[in-house]
């Protein structure tokens, strides 16, 4: 008479008592940061992508991906707020705070910081030619680029869930402001004279 080989025990059932989630469960919650990170975060939890998807739907892994992004975000004393201030320094920069009034380009010294925040990438050059007589003339050349300012207010807008997309300001059920009226009423008009 053989003996039946033992079957081997599944691991992946067992649960941390603290957390609740299987191992798999643990694995996909460590591995997702957010949208777009499902296919590799169920690859590194040994699950399909839709059974992945299927879990983001249970309370015990929406609340373990919740607490998992809020003491991120504690660690990194990054919050909603911080976002914001640093996407509206992306924002609100005019174009004289970088230019002369004759077109050459300002000193980095005399452009305020908070413009300077919005500067995405700068190129600085020098280039010196010397003529026959050996005089010597320098260039610079600097080039720089800007935030994009309707991209930045985009991310704004998607943020605060702001419906722009379908032509409204609002977000909940794609209902929202469809045209906002401005009416500029002078000093004398208030004052009744």
Same mark, same amino acid.
């Given at each position: 008479?053989?003996?039946?080989?033992?079957?081997?025990?599944?691991?992946?059932?067992?649960?941390?008592?603290?957390?609740?989630?299987?191992?798999?469960?643990?694995?996909?919650?460590?591995?997702?940061?957010?949208?777009?990170?499902?296919?590799?975060?169920?690859?590194?939890?040994?699950?399909? &992508?839709?059974?992945?998807?299927?879990?983001? +739907?249970?309370?015990? #892994?929406? /609340?373990?991906?919740?607490?998992?992004? *809020? $003491?991120?975000?504690?660690?990194?004393?990054?919050?909603?707020?911080?976002?914001?201030?640093?996407?509206?320094?992306?924002?609100?920069?005019?174009?004289?705070?970088?230019?002369?009034?004759?077109?050459?380009?300002?000193?980095?010294?005399?452009?305020?910081?908070?413009?300077?925040?919005?500067?995405?990438?700068?190129?600085?050059?020098?280039?010196?030619?010397?003529?026959?007589?050996?005089?010597?003339?320098?260039?610079?050349?600097?080039? &720089?680029?800007?935030?994009?300012?309707?991209? +930045?207010?985009?991310? #704004?807008? /998607?943020?605060?869930?702001?419906?722009? *997309? $379908?032509?409204?300001?609002?977000?909940?059920?794609?209902?929202?402001?469809?045209?906002?009226?401005?009416?500029?009423?002078?000093?004398?008009?208030?004052?009744?004279?």
């Amino acid at each position: 008479m053989t003996d039946k080989p033992k079957a081997k025990k599944k691991y992946n059932n067992l649960k941390n008592p603290e957390t609740g989630l299987t191992i798999k469960q643990q694995r996909l919650v460590d591995k997702y940061e957010g949208k777009g990170s499902l296919k590799k975060a169920a690859e590194y939890a040994g699950l399909t &992508f839709g059974y992945a998807r299927v879990l983001l +739907t249970f309370p015990n #892994i929406k /609340k373990a991906i919740l607490d998992k992004q *809020e $003491k991120l975000q504690n660690k990194c004393e990054i919050d909603q707020q911080w976002v914001l201030e640093r996407y509206k320094k992306l924002t609100d920069y005019k174009i004289t705070d970088f230019f002369n009034d004759d077109g050459n380009m300002k000193p980095l010294s005399e452009i305020p910081e908070a413009a300077i925040y919005a500067i995405c990438g700068l190129d600085v050059n020098r280039k010196t030619v010397t003529l026959g007589d050996e005089s010597d003339i320098e260039t610079f050349i600097q080039k &720089f680029k800007l935030s994009d300012k309707k991209g +930045t207010l985009d991310s #704004i807008a /998607k943020m605060l869930g702001l419906n722009v *997309e $379908k032509g409204g300001l609002g977000g909940l059920g794609g209902e929202g402001v469809k045209e906002v009226k401005i009416t500029f009423v002078s000093k004398e008009d208030v004052d009744g004279d």
